[in-house]
């Protein structure tokens, strides 16, 4: 069974341009979640998106968007960059909404604004 | 602000020792989960806690919850060098919520 897939590996922008990351889950998942994690902090709850429905979302301006298409997978939309959003970015998906499931994490997409 | 915060932050050990760190949470939980993350790459389920279970088993893993505590301990026991790693917790409910977690190197 293949794992959650996440492109692209690495990510380099400059400061102001837009950045998407895109993420397929593990089949049969219908939950996918993106977390932001900058150097030195943990992971920072980004959103979640479950049946096509944005159901949550963390403390990050608006800038930070995203989507959840039909077949579940999804993409991460940043725009106006700056040199902050330099991080890992992982996503998971999960089973179920209800949490008592595992999170399955995906390898990151590593962006960089210059 | 994050829901679980792991302690220590940093931890070196022999190969063959346990390795013991601890998290502490805010709100009431329905679980709490341990997570490693290899050299800042994705990260691995390790093991769920229920918020009605006190301990729970899992190879050479053990965890514990104290609710009334609101803490949690992993034990990672006859360590390997390849437990080299970040761990950690996340608590649910809402959405997971993580720790700056605990960096454990195993010396050879």
């Known amino acids: 069974e293949a794992g959650v897939t996440q492109s692209p590996t690495h990510l380099i922008k400059t400061r102001g341009q837009q950045a998407t990351l895109r993420c397929s889950p593990i089949?049969?998942?219908?939950?996918v979640y993106w977390y932001q994690q900058a150097l030195g902090l943990g992971l920072q709850f980004l959103l979640w998106y479950d049946e096509g429905e944005e159901r949550n979302r963390g403390n990050f301006p608006p800038r930070f968007s995203g989507r959840q298409f039909p077949n579940y997978s999804s993409e991460l939309n940043v725009n106006a960059l700056e040199l902050e959003d330099s991080a890992l970015y992982l996503c998971?998906?999960?089973?179920?909404?209800?949490?008592?499931?595992?999170?399955?994490f995906g390898p990151g997409t590593r962006l960089t604004v210059l | 602000s994050q829901q679980g915060e792991e302690d220590p932050q940093a931890l070196s050990i022999q190969e063959g020792e346990n390795a013991t760190m601890n998290c502490s949470y805010k709100?009431?939980?329905?679980?709490l989960q341990w997570y490693r993350q290899n050299s800042g790459r994705g990260l691995v389920h390790l093991i769920l806690?229920?918020?009605?279970?006190r301990e729970k088993h899992s190879g050479r893993l053990r965890v514990t919850l104290d609710t009334s505590k609101k803490s949690s301990s992993l034990l990672i026991t006859a360590s390997r060098a390849a437990d080299t790693a970040s761990y950690f917790c996340?608590?649910?409910?809402?959405?997971?919520?993580f720790g700056a977690g605990t960096t454990v190197t195993v010396r050879a």
């Open positions: 998971a998906s999960s089973l179920v909404r209800d949490s008592y499931n595992e999170q399955f």
């Open positions: 709100t009431s939980i329905n679980n």
């Open positions: 089949s049969g998942h219908t939950s």
């Open positions: 806690i229920r918020s009605n279970e």
């Open positions: 996340a608590t649910f409910p809402y959405k997971l919520s």
